[in-house]
């Protein structure tokens, strides 16, 4: 199946459109095997943290790309959290159909030159940017927790800036290992009737199911979600090696923890489309 823009896949998506993050290839094909159980599309993300682990952005892109196309699902493939402008221009080149430039570290108006500078150059050559003005909580001291994007503020960037979507600040935080976030789902609500663009979560991994679906009710489309994955992929390769310590194929537990991360790609699909 050719590529899907990410633009078509949100737009075409009555409900919620998951978005979860690659580390290494069996995160590709998992996440791609939990989408087509279910028969929806589904959005690779490749960070800029994933790129430093690979050492370069094209390795992972390429496999991503390749996974992509094999799909039997629309699959978009996605740049997320990218800072360095250099790399936006690598994953277009490669042939990323997305990506998230974020310049929220930036003083508020350098935030908005940036991505307004950015998100030009990507829509001459037909690519959707995801961008952030405010500061979702637990990413490296950068995001304040307890932040909270206010409805004014968000449609003057998405004015100013020009980009396909936003990620907004409502109550989750990144890297969260427990499922205790409280949105404020409200804001959600009031952000979703002012802002013209699709609204983006980020730090999704530590919302509980119930609360997940209705801030899709309310208004998130594209749910970002990284380390609920990586703990059952990480919990799957530990309960395999702790019950057979002869092992020495890493394909036996790698293939654990792939299909712990496709079950749970499935299950979440299913909160965020039921």
């Not at 823009?5 to 939990?34: C, K």
């Not at 290992?177 to 980020?202: S, Y």
């Not at 530990?238 to 299909?259: M, N, T, W």
């Given at each position: 199946?050719p590529?899907a823009?990410i633009?078509?896949?949100?737009?075409?998506?009555?409900?919620?459109?998951?978005?979860?993050?690659?580390?290494?290839?069996?995160?590709?094909?998992?996440?791609?095997?939990g989408?087509?159980?279910?028969?929806?599309?589904?959005?690779l993300q490749?960070?800029?943290?994933?790129?430093?682990?690979?050492?370069?952005?094209?390795?992972?892109?390429?496999?991503?790309l390749?996974?992509?196309?094999?799909?039997?699902?629309?699959?978009?493939?996605?740049?997320?959290h990218?800072?360095?402008?250099?790399?936006?221009?690598?994953?277009?080149?490669?042939?990323?159909?997305?990506?998230?430039?974020?310049?929220?570290?930036?003083?508020?108006?350098?935030?908005?030159?940036?991505t307004?500078?950015?998100?030009?150059?990507?829509?001459?050559?037909?690519?959707?940017?995801?961008?952030?003005?405010?500061?979702?909580?637990?990413?490296?001291?950068?995001?304040?927790?307890?932040?909270?994007?206010?409805?004014?503020?968000?449609?003057?960037?998405?004015?100013?800036?020009g980009?396909?979507?936003?990620?907004?600040?409502?109550?989750?935080?990144?890297?969260?290992?427990?499922?205790?976030?409280?949105?404020?789902?409200?804001?959600?609500?009031?952000?979703?009737?002012?802002?013209?663009?699709?609204?983006?979560?980020?730090?999704?991994?530590?919302?509980?199911?119930?609360?997940?679906?209705?801030?899709?009710?309310?208004?998130?489309?594209?749910?970002?979600i990284?380390?609920?994955?990586?703990?059952a992929?990480t919990?799957?390769?530990?309960?395999?090696?702790?019950?057979?310590?002869?092992?020495?194929?890493?394909?036996?537990?790698?293939?654990?923890?792939?299909d712990?991360?496709?079950?749970?790609?499935?299950h979440?699909?299913?909160?965020?489309?039921?």
């Amino acid at each position: 199946m050719p590529l899907a823009p990410i633009g078509d896949i949100v737009s075409r998506s009555p409900a919620g459109v998951g978005a979860f993050n690659v580390i290494q290839l069996e995160h590709a094909t998992a996440i791609v095997a939990g989408a087509e159980a279910l028969g929806l599309p589904v959005v690779l993300q490749i960070s800029e943290n994933c790129v430093r682990y690979h050492g370069a952005l094209e390795p992972i892109a390429l496999a991503s790309l390749a996974v992509a196309r094999k799909a039997d699902v629309p699959v978009a493939v996605h740049l997320d959290h990218a800072t360095d402008r250099a790399l936006v221009e690598e994953a277009v080149r490669l042939g990323l159909g997305s990506v998230m430039y974020d310049a929220s570290a930036l003083p508020d108006e350098a935030n908005v030159v940036s991505t307004a500078e950015v998100a030009a150059w990507c829509h001459e050559r037909g690519v959707w940017v995801e961008a952030e003005l405010g500061e979702v909580g637990g990413k490296d001291g950068v995001h304040a927790p307890g932040a909270r994007t206010k409805p004014h503020e968000a449609v003057d960037y998405v004015a100013r800036t020009g980009v396909d979507a936003l990620a907004v600040a409502v109550g989750t935080s990144h890297a969260m290992t427990t499922k205790d976030a409280v949105l404020d789902l409200d804001l959600i609500a009031e952000l979703r009737a002012a802002v013209p663009v699709p609204l983006v979560l980020h730090g999704s991994s530590g919302v509980p199911d119930d609360v997940l679906r209705e801030a899709v009710r309310q208004g998130m489309k594209k749910i970002n979600i990284a380390t609920h994955l990586n703990k059952a992929f990480t919990g799957a390769v530990r309960d395999y090696l702790v019950h057979d310590e002869r092992v020495v194929d890493s394909r036996k537990y790698l293939k654990a923890g792939r299909d712990a991360v496709a079950r749970e790609v499935s299950h979440l699909l299913g909160v965020l489309t039921g």
